[in-house]
């Protein structure tokens, strides 16, 4: 009897714990923020030179942006009436969002102080071809306003454009310009940050590389773990201050009334470390229920890990990790440096949210760790056992440096 009471009991406390469970999913969907981001992209030009770098950046931003819980329409090397279909269904999607995101790469211009984009098939003739080839990003900017709380445009359009010097030479005292013009911010919701490649009236870069310097860097800090996004546009500015040895800064107009993150991490969270095993029921119908109950419950834990577990990033290679020899992790930023360098390498970020820049900017990790390879085996053994609670985390050295630690304590820390 005695057994019965506990074993019922132990079922009655799983079951409360699913349902709250449950419940709190519940209540974290409904009040989860609704994010919508338009996302364009041109480089194939049909009346000017092609563009290396456009396609390839708005590309990008829009996997980032996905990974950041955005819904989002994209369209690359659109025309004018490609360009139109594209921002009126974000128009529809965007309404009553959240966070409504905008992000172009490609050609630019301003004439009169106003600002436009340009499709590949524009070919501006003269000043009354700007209605019907360009598009005004202030038509874009109203579509985001309906309704909506946050509004975040990002730029990258400030490239030499032999369109706008074309149309300079038509359009009289108006003139014409590869730089776009200062946006004023209006009034309304949580407020608006325009971020633009360079400063106003100023050419941006197109890069040598896979990407422009300014989103490169956006790529970068978009998305970091518990950084506001007006902080994350400060470390882009002296990314590419510092990319472009000071022939380009990045501006920023900014008017938001919270603090906007894209990215939050629970610091606090307790570790998932697995459950203790159920208490033996004795036989017959109760204990068969009581069992069923726990395999559907274990089932469900299961299904719980194996979601934290897709988030684990995977490395770029199976082979074995060994302490002192290169690893492709799969990370830009990392790739081709051992254990033994990275450790001796500068952290990307605060390793402590809110941590003084003078106590970790510029400082060698292993300064603060005092890591050598016992001590790091030991903490790589600790993310192994603890895989779904830490390797789906952030880290200062690169996320996937957490995950070659733990598969190299797998392999006995060689």
Same mark, same amino acid.
């Given at each position: 009897m005695r057994h019965d009471l506990i074993a019922r009991g132990s079922g009655l406390f799983r079951a409360a714990g699913l349902a709250m469970l449950a419940l709190l999913l519940t209540?974290?969907?409904a009040s989860a923020e609704r994010r919508v981001a338009l996302v364009l992209g041109n480089a194939q030009y049909q009346h000017a030179a092609p563009l290396a770098n456009p396609v390839r950046d708005a590309q990008a931003m829009a996997e980032r942006l996905k990974k950041l819980d955005f819904e989002v329409v994209s369209g690359f090397d659109l025309?004018?009436?490609?360009?139109?279909?594209?921002?009126?269904?974000?128009?529809?999607?965007?309404?009553?969002?959240?966070i409504a995101l905008f992000f172009y790469a490609g050609h630019g211009l301003q004439v009169a102080g106003k600002n436009y984009l340009l499709p590949v098939d524009a070919a501006l003739e003269d000043e009354t071809s700007l209605d019907f080839e360009a598009v005004s990003v202030d038509f874009i900017?109203?579509?985001?306003?309906?309704?909506?709380?946050?509004?975040?445009?990002?730029?990258?359009a400030c490239r030499d454009n032999p369109l706008a010097k074309a149309l300079a030479k038509t359009s009289g005292?108006? &003139?014409?310009? @590869?730089?776009?013009?200062?946006?004023?911010?209006?009034?309304?919701?949580?407020?608006?940050?325009v971020a633009f490649a360079a400063s106003p009236n100023q050419l941006a870069y197109d890069g040598s590389g896979e990407h422009s310097p300014f989103t490169a860097a956006l790529l970068q800090h978009i998305g970091a773990s518990n950084v506001s996004i007006t902080e994350a546009m400060n470390r882009v500015t002296g990314d590419v201050f510092k990319a472009t040895s000071g022939k380009q800064r990045p501006w920023i107009n900014v008017s938001l009334t919270t603090e906007v993150v894209l990215h939050k991490v629970d610091l606090n969270a307790p570790l998932i470390v &697995?459950?203790? @095993?159920?208490?033996?029921?004795e036989a017959g119908s109760d204990a068969r229920n009581t069992a069923a109950a726990s395999a559907t419950a274990q089932n469900g834990d299961q299904l719980a890990l194996d979601v934290?577990?897709?988030?684990?990033?995977k490395l770029a290679s199976d082979a074995p990790i060994l302490f002192d020899h290169p690893i492709e992790f799969g990370d830009a930023a990392i790739d081709g440096k051992s254990i033994a360098e990275l450790i001796k390498s500068k952290p990307l970020f605060s390793p402590v949210e809110g941590l003084d820049k003078s106590v970790w900017e510029g400082k060698h990790c292993?300064?603060?760790?005092?890591?050598?390879?016992?001590r790091l085996c030991d903490q790589a053994k600790n993310f192994a056992a603890n895989d779904v609670s830490v390797l789906r985390l952030q880290h200062p050295l690169g996320t996937r440096f957490k995950v070659a630690l733990a598969k190299w304590a797998q392999g006995g820390c060689k």
């Open positions: 209540l974290t969907a025309t004018k009436p490609q360009t139109q279909a594209t921002i009126a269904l974000f128009a529809k999607q965007v309404r009553g969002a959240d900017l109203r579509q985001m306003s309906r309704e909506t709380s946050i509004r975040l445009v990002f730029l990258d005292g108006n &003139g014409a310009s @590869s730089g776009l013009a200062e946006i004023p911010i209006e009034n309304g919701g949580a407020g608006t940050l &697995g459950e203790a @095993s159920e208490p033996q029921a934290l577990r897709q988030k684990i990033p292993d300064g603060c760790h005092e890591w050598n390879e016992a």
